[in-house]
């Protein structure tokens, strides 16, 4: 599984997203939870089959960006600092 922690002004600004939960059950799932700090967010996800991809910085980055692109879509108009990525 792949997770991304980051910075959001959009999610600071808008506190009553602060108590949201998205947990998508699609193959492969994606969820976004709210840190403890006004912005903080965290998104992860995208599980792969184990193999020599999987464990690549290569395959971080894309994960990452896929991340990413699936917060986009449910917030298009939120920006998004990533600080931290783990795969």
Same mark, same amino acid.
């Given at each position: #599984?792949?997770?991304?922690?980051? @910075?959001? &002004? @959009? ?12 947990? %998508?059950?699609?193959?492969? @799932?994606?969820?976004?939870?709210? +840190?403890?700090?006004?912005? *903080?967010?965290?998104?992860? +996800?995208?599980?792969? /089959?184990?193999? %020599?991809?999987?464990? #690549? *910085?290569? &395959? !971080?980055?894309?994960?990452? +960006?896929? !991340? ?5 879509? @449910?917030?298009?108009? $939120?920006?998004?600092? /990533?600080?931290? $990525?783990? +795969?």
């Amino acid at each position: #599984t792949y997770v991304v922690t980051g @910075y959001s &002004a @959009y999610f600071a600004q808008h506190r009553e997203l602060s108590d949201l939960l998205i947990w %998508e059950t699609a193959r492969p @799932y994606f969820y976004l939870r709210p +840190g403890e700090e006004p912005g *903080q967010v965290m998104i992860g +996800g995208g599980d792969v /089959p184990a193999g %020599e991809w999987a464990g #690549t *910085q290569a &395959a !971080l980055e894309a994960k990452t +960006g896929e !991340l990413i692109a699936t917060l986009k879509r @449910y917030f298009p108009e $939120a920006d998004f600092e /990533p600080e931290r $990525a783990y +795969g």
